[in-house]
């Protein structure tokens, strides 16, 4: 009934910034209940709508919700969860909303499944993407640390010194800052070791 009434309201007012509002905290109630995918149609209701400024936070919950479905699939079971459609929808968020405080939270999402499945280059590759699409992004210190993990993990130990000392002096205030001079100090053994 409250989605119909939201419709009706749209119908009625389409440049009211409360439907959306309103659809967006009944998918979020719904992503809390007994069948959470039903949620994703609530979320596609405010992307559709003419006039909102919640489009990227409902989009953003799209991929939330289908990557909670993905653990749920597989949980009880030693199968990995498939995250694929999830990580489309994460890109689909920062693709469209770039300007959103999302987008880094779904570009984050995307680099930390890059480097949980092992595929650093692509992680890499990522990063090299948004650093030259988001060159000014209030999120790229997020995006350093990924760009770190990622290649230490690949074993170029040059390479993440070196977006550690980008962090560090870029950053300094970041909260990711002593977790950045942790990985220096990490780094600095390797290629001392070397």
């Known amino acids: 009934e409250a989605i119909q009434v ?12 409360l439907v959306d509002r309103a659809l967006l905290k009944i998918g ?6 007994e069948n959470p995918t039903e949620a994703i149609g609530i979320f596609h209701a405010v992307i559709r709508l003419p006039k909102s400024d919640l489009k990227a936070e409902a989009q953003y919950l799209i991929a939330r919700v289908q990557e909670e479905e993905a653990d749920r699939r597989v949980k009880g079971t030693d ?3 498939d995250y694929s459609h999830a990580m489309l929808a994460y890109k ?25 499945t092992k595929d650093y280059a692509r992680a890499i590759e990522l990063m090299e993407r948004v650093f030259q699409d988001y060159p000014d992004a209030s999120f790229l210190d997020r995006m350093l640390i990924q760009w770190v993990q ?11 010194r070196e977006k550690c000392d980008v962090l ?11 977790k950045a001079r942790a990985f220096r100090d990490a780094i600095m053994k390797k290629i001392g070791e070397e």
């Open 92 to 116: 689909q968020c920062a693709d469209l909303y770039p300007e959103s405080p999302f987008a880094g939270d779904a570009l984050e999402k995307i680099a930390t499944y890059y480097i949980t």
């Open 168 to 178: 560090l002096a870029e950053y300094p205030s970041s909260k990711l800052a002593p």
């Open 150 to 160: 990622a290649a230490y993990r690949m074993g170029d130990f040059q390479l993440a």
């Open 6 to 17: 939201c419709q009706t309201l749209t119908r009625l007012f389409p440049d009211s910034t």
């Open 79 to 81: 199968r990995e969860p």
């Open 28 to 33: 979020t109630a719904k992503m809390q209940g």
